[in-house]
């Protein structure tokens, strides 16, 4: 056994200091299926630009000018994943394509030169298997996320190979090696309350088929296949799947499950929320199928395992221009509609599903607009994001979407329109699409409700206070938490209603109604009552979050907002306010209406400044500013309003 052992290890060790043989060839078609061509030629070309952009942000290490990097040189997350991520990109362009050095700004050889070899020998010489820290003193690796960095140094890697000197192979297979061993050594986690490990096994499962690609005669290799397989598996599994008889990759998956990640209703939480952003993260594991491929093999059942119902859930979220309806709110940047491109692709070409081909030209439509704004190539403009991996991000998102088109066989294009009522039982939303509008209620996580256009400027804006708003008390600090205290929800095939109760911290108390109607209509009834005697700064409540972006391809700057009439101009980031004490019709652009029988003290407060990447305007149905003394058992509001999206009705 002493000398098995030992045995392993010479062989690991040679294989990570060069002495293996070459990494898996990259096997792939001449080009991708007739009906495919088009949008890929359209995705490469917004790679070049994007590329372009990348690379005009690159710049020298300022403790050694033999290597470069897109940002401030330090260890953790947002110094290092652009960075890989731009790596990921830039080999496959080097690798792959018509490429257009004109449009990139840079010839093949200039960007392997000038680029991708000296940003790779920075990653690898700062990582903890390297000979020295980043500037803040610091190596990077061994961290919660550093396996799916470490993925994108090791692709990219493996695109342009032949074209790296050897001691940059060695450095590279050492990084991945000690990161897949990592990974491999570890049991997955799993939660379902507020913070999936959904996306984190999936991340983390990457890099061991990485290693694989890189180390293919390692005697580690089947470790990591193994260790593969069960890190993708688990990141999508339900608690019903404890007793799931059917048989995944030979074995029943009763058998394969370690706990869940995901609801029985394959709806997810991340970030303490209900997150449709995160219930595309399969995109991460399933996205490593080009890497099986492209070499020859089967890819495991287990990448398309739960994917497809994710992906339905999905499809009664989406908005004409690429975008997601958000029934909890949304914390990360609303305008992340290029992002979702590949997510359809790989719907498309791996599962085959019916819808993700016209979602794929939706996205790419988008992300046209958006990249023509802008001459340096970039997608999305600097007051849209926050991440600083957004970019670069897109980039190896772009790249694997042209992949994927090129292995292609045909792809399905059959869509059908989703109307109707969807309810979430374990998530507690509900919705109802019709054609001129999606209307929401939320009763878990966030208490939250909206009308939302079904059109490509959605107006409404995913604020967490939708259809509640906030109270502020008197010398305290923020809005009053909400706390629900019964919740009552039933629908029929076209129409839901929803009646909840609500608490602003011990103050006050709401009895909410939210009703969609089968025409479109969508009820918001709010009566409002304080519970002891209290003083307030401001009650704001009956809120429609309006977005009033400047920038944004699909809005114009600005809205125009009409109360009995009189009509006022609001200009994107004005910080203006109006007023009105007895609206009974207010109009937004002539989309949103909201009409009343009762007059209603009502508000639209515009924004100064970009929250989240989106500026958000509010629209207030029951507005009492400044200082006021409440009695308990007092009325604040008693309110039912009719809202419509769409054309207004006289």
């Known amino acids: 056994m002493i000398r098995i052992h030992c045995r392993i290890m010479v062989l690991a060790i040679a294989a990570v200091n060069g002495a293996a043989s070459p990494p898996m060839p990259i096997q792939i078609p001449d080009q991708a299926p007739p009906m495919a061509r088009e949008v890929q ?383 979430w039982e374990q998530a507690k939303v509900i919705l109802n699409r019709q054609p001129g509008a999606i209307h929401t209620v939320s009763w878990g996580a966030k208490i939250m409700a909206q009308c939302v256009p079904n059109r490509l400027d959605r107006l409404v804006s995913p604020h967490e206070r939708n259809g509640v708003g906030g109270i502020r008390r008197e010398g305290g600090k923020g809005i009053l938490p909400l706390r629900l205290q019964e919740a009552v929800v039933e629908e029929g095939e076209n129409w839901f209603e929803a009646r909840l109760t609500v608490d602003h911290g011990q103050e006050m108390r709401a009895h909410l109604r939210f009703r969609s109607n089968a025409d479109g209509s969508f009820l918001m009834a709010e009566k409002l009552v304080a519970l002891t005697n209290t003083i307030t700064a401001e009650v704001a409540t009956g809120l429609i979050g309006i977005l009033n972006n400047p920038y944004w391809i699909y809005e114009q700057g600005k809205r125009r907002v009409a109360a009995d009439g009189e009509a006022v101009e609001a200009p994107a980031g004005k910080a203006q306010r109006w007023r009105w004490e007895t609206a009974r019709r207010i109009l937004v652009d002539e989309v949103l209406e909201v009409k009343s029988e009762r007059p209603l003290r009502a508000a639209y407060v515009a924004s100064d400044r970009a929250e989240r990447g989106r500026v958000t305007d509010q629209l207030i149905l029951n507005h009492w500013p400044g200082t006021r003394a409440w009695k308990a058992g007092e009325t604040l509001s008693d309110f039912q309003a009719v809202i419509r999206c769409g054309a207004p009705r006289n």
């Not at 490469?44 to 040189?73: C, F, M, N």
């Not at 690798?95 to 920075?122: C, H, N, W």
């Not at 993700?356 to 790419?364: D, F, K, N, S």
Request: glycine share 6%; proline share 7%.
């Open 41 to 423: 030629q359209r995705i490469y070309q917004a790679a070049q630009k994007q590329a372009h952009y990348l690379i005009g942000t690159v710049r020298p290490w300022s403790e050694d000018a033999a290597l470069r990097l897109l940002t401030d040189s330090k260890s953790g997350e947002h110094w290092i994943r652009p960075n890989a991520g731009a790596i990921e990109g830039l080999a496959f362009l080097h690798r792959f394509g018509p490429y257009d050095p004109k449009v990139v700004g840079a010839s093949r050889a200039e960007l392997l030169q000038g680029t991708l070899i000296p940003m790779m020998r920075y990653l690898v010489a700062t990582h903890l298997t390297g000979e020295r820290p980043t500037s803040d003193r610091k190596k990077w690796g061994d961290a919660w996320q550093s396996a799916h960095w470490t993925q994108m140094l090791g692709r990219g890697a493996w695109f342009v190979w032949p074209d790296l000197p050897p001691d940059l192979q060695t450095g590279v297979r050492r990084v991945v090696a000690h990161e897949a061993d990592r990974i491999a050594r570890t049991e997955p986690p799993h939660q379902l309350r507020s913070d999936t490990k959904a996306e984190e096994n999936a991340w983390n499962s990457q890099v061991l088929s990485v290693a694989v690609l890189l180390l293919p005669d390692d005697p580690r290799r089947a470790g990591w296949e193994k260790a593969f397989q069960k890190w993708a598996m688990s990141s999508f599994l339900r608690p019903a799947d404890a007793r799931n008889e059917t048989l995944v990759d030979g074995r029943p998956v009763r058998e394969q499950f370690t706990g869940a990640n995901i609801f029985d209703d394959f709806t997810l939480e991340n970030h303490n929320f209900v997150h449709p952003d995160y219930m595309t993260t399969f995109s991460l594991s399933l996205g490593c199928t080009p890497d099986f491929v492209m070499t020859g093999r089967r890819p495991p059942e287990a990448l398309l395992f739960n994917v497809a119902p994710i992906y339905e859930n999905l499809k009664w979220m989406l908005l004409p221009d690429g975008g997601f309806v958000y029934p909890n709110g949304q914390d990360w940047e609303l305008f992340r509609n290029p992002s979702w491109l590949v997510k359809h692709v790989l719907m498309a070409v791996w599962a085959r599903d019916p819808d993700a081909w016209r979602e794929t030209r939706r996205c790419l439509d988008t992300l046209e607009k958006m990249q023509a704004r802008q001459a340096d190539g970039a997608v999305f403009h600097p007051r849209e994001y926050f991440f600083a991996s957004t970019q670069s991000d897109l980039l190896r998102s772009l790249a694997n979407a042209w992949l994927t088109l090129q292995l292609a066989g045909d792809i399905p294009d059959t869509p059908k329109a989703r109307v109707g009522v969807r309810r």
